[in-house]
């Protein structure tokens, strides 16, 4: 089992008391160990680096430790571009050296924690390819990783033309559904209007038959009617040929009535004349007179 959470390097340490106050008390509830620590040899001071000899009792109680983390920013970098990122971390070992790592180009940049374990710190990346690129913190003497984080390398302008054929495509799909959609409402709404037309065409048809009967029926009534119209007319010329033919009679025979009278009248004319002064003669001049009205009268009453 591993105790320190750093290893321990003799070089920045005193030589030949490396070991010397190593201890261990145990308790009922738990372990306390104590060691000879050097990682205080190497520090910063200033802008640089100190190496010197410089080592510390350490302790520690066995039981669970946080486990150390480290953030990265900005965890997203373009590929083909060197970028400055800057690792924080947290639950490391306390006062230590540690060497920045960045997959692809090994390690090289020193840190220092400080007395909570945090550290705060700047990495030039190299230009990386796409994909997940990892990101360490390692122990400086060992080189062994004590935390570990990733960053993702991407291609923009890759990831942005492939985001734009998704949402073409996306929308091609779409506009195909919306064609397709429109395309069957368009035939549904044929499809009723055809059979909507076709009753309506049926409906006129249907009246038009109707009208078209209607018509040859008052055709019919029409010429039956000018057939009657027709007959009567005829019979209204026979009767007038009758009549016209009964009046020429009439005629004639008014005619012949108004000669037979005109000679009577003259002979009574010359009847009178010669028998002026003879009441007789006048008297029956008279009486034949009368006759002939009488007779005329009733001639032409029988004739009408």
Do not use: C
Request: aromatic content about 6%; charged content about 20%.
């Amino acid at each position: 089992m591993r105790v320190t959470d750093y290893t321990s390097n003799p070089l920045f340490g005193i030589w030949g008391f490396i070991g010397d106050y190593f201890n261990v008390v145990a308790t009922k509830d738990n372990v306390h160990i104590v060691w000879t620590d050097t990682r205080r040899g190497l520090a910063r001071i200033g802008g640089f680096t100190w190496r010197g000899v410089d080592q510390s009792i350490f302790t520690a109680k066995i039981g669970p430790r946080p486990q150390p983390q480290i953030d990265i920013e900005p965890p997203t970098l373009e590929a083909g571009q060197a970028w400055v990122i800057t690792i924080r971390g947290s639950n490391l070992p306390r006062e230590a050296p540690l060497l920045l790592g960045f997959e692809g180009a090994g390690v090289g940049v020193l840190a220092f924690t400080d007395s909570e374990g945090r550290v705060e710190a700047k990495l030039l990346t190299p230009a990386s390819r796409e994909g997940v690129v990892k990101v360490s913190l390692h122990d400086f003497s060992t080189l062994s990783i004590v935390a570990e984080g990733s960053v993702s390398v991407v291609n923009t302008m890759k990831t942005i033309i492939g985001n734009s054929t998704t949402v073409i495509n996306i929308a091609i799909e779409k506009l195909g559904l919306q064609v397709n959609e429109s395309i069957k409402t368009l035939s549904d709404n044929l499809a009723s209007f055809r059979s909507e037309a076709l009753g309506k065409v049926e409906v006129v048809n249907s009246a038009v038959n109707e009208i078209n009967k209607g018509l040859l029926d008052l055709r019919g009534n029409f010429e039956a009617k000018i057939k009657t119209i027709e007959d009567k007319l005829g019979g209204v010329q026979t009767t007038l040929n009758t009549v016209k033919t009964s009046v020429d009679t009439v005629k004639g025979d008014v005619e012949a009535a108004r000669g037979s009278l005109e000679e009577a009248i003259g002979e009574a004319k010359d009847a009178i004349t010669t028998s002026s002064r003879n009441w007789g003669s006048i008297n029956a001049f008279l009486i034949i007179v009368a006759l002939v009205l009488l007779g005329y009268h009733v001639y032409t009453s029988r004739r009408f």
